[in-house]
């Protein structure tokens, strides 16, 4: 069954197929070259830079993609045209470039493309002689320059045949066109100074035509960078005082009619005078109050800089403050006079006093110095703080508590002790430890002591020790028979007030050898009885005694032909006693032995000759025994 169609559901119909229709199209992009026009002259070999707009109805310009043709050749590719879309190609012509023709193209995300061409008309440069000669000397090739600034150029031309006054000169920009057109002067220099160029980077060219329309040209490129714009800067804090550091804040970065990204230098001004400060930031240690601080933020681009941004202040008076504060000795006892010691800082370099609050047990105690007395203010386990406040001259500055002590119980005093005796010999005397001055205790405690021996560093007793044993205190002596040659004996008193140990009373004394020392007065038999003589009886030798006198600390022995003498005298048992009898032949006679016990010695005596009359006499040596008669 056919239904009727109504009108209402026809035009729904055709407006859905409309909407489709509109939503699926796509609009062709638009191109024209604005920087030449056909049958515009370029000269050949020298570049140009073109230059075309380039629009699409339904994407923006910088989403398509243009290509540049010259010649036939595809010389760009891939440019992006920026927002506005306007997009450059820098081209070289030649003669024979055929055809002799620019063109751009550009296309869309969706394939659609547009273009657009120009025919040219390429002079041919004169060469050799007929050529005039032409040279760009300023500014020099590559460089840069601000948009704006003044830029000096200086060409020089010459010509075989004309001279260079007659010279038509041509200065052309591949942004602006024709700048200049002043002739040389008679040394064939064009010099003028321009500042009305474009921003951007420019080919310039400077031909020179002669008389017969012979011309030749010189190409730089120099590039006329467009300044950022000043900053808007402020510093932080505002106002600061001695103690702030200075932070350069940028509040409104600086913009690039080019685009490019920025970088900031930092300059420091202090009073008007520049500083070497180069970062945003100034430490407080580098400023003084009431100092007038500026910051100038001076933007560049990568080629140039802006004008700078700016901002001040004055700084302030800064607080004193303390840094730190802390109760002297601790820990401390009842009869020390505590002191509250305190470092201060001022920012601004001024003197500062403080005054301190004193609390025992969290109540007011003391004045406001900087000592408390525990002999009045308080005793053992009070709690003691302090608290510090500083003072510039101008302002206090915050107020500081220090730890809180615990005053603790006062050990007895040190003991005076001594050791007897204070030269002791070993295997010989016993070591006594006696307490000199008893010790006393600030809390008025008992006192008790403890005694205990060191031998070299190490305790005593070890093992195979006698002792120690008691005289007086327990352990207060040692044994002899503990004691040898050379070792250091301490004694170490400890006084306790049932709390507390005292510093240890301590007194030392260094064991000394056992020396036997015979009695080196007498007379003495010798066995056996020493008989020789030679030299035709000169020399006789009758010695049956031996008689020894300790002189004023010398030991002299007689007996033999000469006394025989020991200078000084012997220390212990062992002796040697030497004696010269001088004449024609010269004698000398020793005598050394060592003492077994007080009354008997062995030893060697010994006769020995040298002379021109000694004859038939030789050394001799006799060993001998000497009892004491």
């Known amino acids: 069954m056919i239904r009727p169609i109504s009108l209402l559901t026809i035009l729904l119909l055709s407006m859905g197929c409309q909407e489709a229709s509109i939503g699926t199209r796509n609009a062709t992009p638009t191109v024209t070259i604005t920087s030449h026009f056909d049958d515009d002259q370029v000269v050949e070999g020298i570049p140009f830079t073109t ?113 260079a006054t007659d010279l038509s000169l041509s200065w052309t920009s591949s942004i602006d066109g024709e700048f200049n057109v002043n002739g040389a002067d008679s040394n064939g220099t064009a010099l003028f100074i321009e500042t009305g160029l474009s921003g951007g980077t420019h080919v310039v060219t400077l031909t020179a035509t002669d008389t017969d329309g012979n011309f030749a040209s010189a190409v730089i490129t120099h590039t006329l960078n467009g300044f950022p714009t000043a900053p808007e800067v402020s510093i932080n804090p505002d106002p600061p005082s001695s103690s702030d550091d200075l932070l350069a804040n940028i509040d409104v970065e600086s913009t690039d009619p080019e685009g490019d990204s ?59 403050t303390i840094q730190s504060v802390t109760i002297a000795p601790d820990p401390a006892f009842t009869d020390d006079v505590i002191t509250a010691v305190s470092t201060t800082d001022d920012a601004d370099g001024d003197p500062v006093t403080v005054t301190y609050a004193w609390t025992v047990n969290g109540q007011p105690a003391g004045g406001n110095g900087d000592t408390l007395n525990g002999l009045t203010d308080f005793d053992r386990d009070d709690l003691v703080q302090v608290e510090a406040t500083p003072n510039d001259g101008s302002e206090d500055g915050q107020t500081v508590g220090s730890n809180v002590i615990v005053i ?78 050379g070792e250091q004996w301490e004694c170490l008193v400890t006084a306790n007030d049932g709390t507390d140990d005292s510093t240890p009373g301590t007194d030392m004394v260094t064991i000394g050898q056992y020396v036997f020392l015979p009695d080196y007065d007498g007379t003495f038999d010798i066995s056996p009885t020493v008989n020789y003589f030679c030299a035709g009886g000169a020399v006789n030798i009758n010695m049956t005694t031996m008689v020894f006198a300790d002189i004023a600390g010398n030991l002299q022995v007689t007996g033999a032909p000469t006394p025989m003498r020991q200078i000084p005298g012997p220390t212990d048992e062992n002796f040697s006693a030497t004696g010269v009898l001088l004449g024609t032949c010269n004698e000398t006679y020793v005598v050394s032995g060592s003492f077994s016990d007080n009354d008997n010695f062995s030893g060697l005596f010994e006769a020995q000759f040298n002379g021109i009359l000694c004859f038939n006499c030789q050394d001799q040596a006799f060993p001998i025994t000497g009892t004491r008669q």
């Open 408 to 485: 603790a119980n006062s050990p007895p005093t040190e003991p005076v002790v001594s050791v007897a005796p204070s030269a002791p010999v070993e295997q010989a005397d016993d070591l006594i430890c006696t307490i000199d001055a008893l010790s006393t205790d600030p809390d008025g405690d008992l006192v008790s002591y403890g005694f205990a021996w060191e031998v070299d560093g190490l305790s005593y007793p070890q093992l195979g020790h006698l002792g120690p044993f008691t005289t007086l205190f327990p352990d207060d002596s040692a044994d002899m028979f503990d004691t040898f040659d």
């Open 51 to 163: 230059r075309a707009t380039a629009g699409d109805a339904d994407n923006s310009a910088d989403t398509l993609v243009a290509k540049w043709f010259a010649g036939g050749d595809l010389v760009c590719q891939n440019e992006a045209p920026d927002e506005e879309g306007l997009t450059e190609c820098e081209i070289t012509l030649w003669a024979d470039s055929d055809p002799p023709r620019i063109q751009v193209e550009v296309r869309d995300n969706r394939n659609a493309s547009a273009s657009h061409a120009v025919d040219l008309e390429v002079l041919e440069q004169a060469t050799g002689g007929d050529a005039p000669h032409v040279e760009i000397q300023e500014p020099s090739d590559g460089g840069l320059s601000g948009q704006g600034e003044p830029i000096t150029f200086r060409g020089v031309v010459s010509d075989l045949q004309d001279s």
């Open 262 to 320: 920025i970088t900031y230098r930092y300059t420091w001004l202090r009073d008007g005078i520049p500083t070497a400060d180069t970062s945003s930031l100034i430490a407080a240690a580098s400023t003084n109050r009431a100092e007038n601080w500026t910051v100038r933020v001076t933007p560049n681009d990568g080629l140039s800089n802006g004008p700078f941004g700016e901002a001040s202040v004055v700084i302030e008076n800064a607080a004193p």
